[in-house]
C-alpha cells in the first residue's frame, strides 16, 4: 500500500502527459475552439458559394488546371491530384489566406487533411463556375525544401 501512495504521484502526471497529449493542449490546438478556418461554405447548383468570405464562385467540382508553380510544389511534397480534389471537395476555407477581390480571378486557400493524413492548405482561383487554376500546395505541417520558379 505504502509502495502504491510512494508512485501515485508519477502515475497521474502520466496520465496527465498522455491526455495532453491526445489533444495536443500545449500545441495550441484546439481545432474546434481557436481555428481560424471558416465553415464549409454552402454551394449552389449555380456554383455561387455563400457565407462571409465566399462571395465569388467557388465550384467544389470544378474542373482543375494546375500551374507550374503548384504542379512543382505537388511533386516536392507528395500530394497527388487526387489529393488536391480532396481538398477541394471537403477542405474549409482559411479566410486570412484567402482573397475574393484577387485579380483577374478570386483565391480561396482551402485547408483539409488527405486520406494519407497530410494537413494541407491548396489554393485555388476560380475564374468562372467550372474552372478553376490550382495555384500552389503547401503542407502544414512539415517543411519541404523545394526549388519552384
Known sequence: MKSLQKYLPVILLGLLLFAGWHQEWWKGNNK???SPITEKPVVT??????GAIAE?????QARLEYT?????RMECRHVTREEVQEILAEGRINPEKSNP???PCPT???EGYS???QHLRIVFAPCDAQHAKVITCIDLEKDWSCSCE
Not at 447548383?45 to 455563400?50: D, E, M, V
Not at 507550374?68 to 512543382?72: E, S
Open 68 to 72: 507550374r508553380h503548384a504542379i512543382c
Open 115 to 117: 486520406h494519407e493524413g
Open 56 to 60: 465569388g464562385t467557388l465550384n467544389r
Open 108 to 110: 480561396y486557400a482551402l
Open 32 to 34: 474546434k475552439a481557436s
Open 45 to 50: 447548383p449555380s456554383g455561387r458559394a455563400t
Open 101 to 103: 477581390n484577387d485579380q
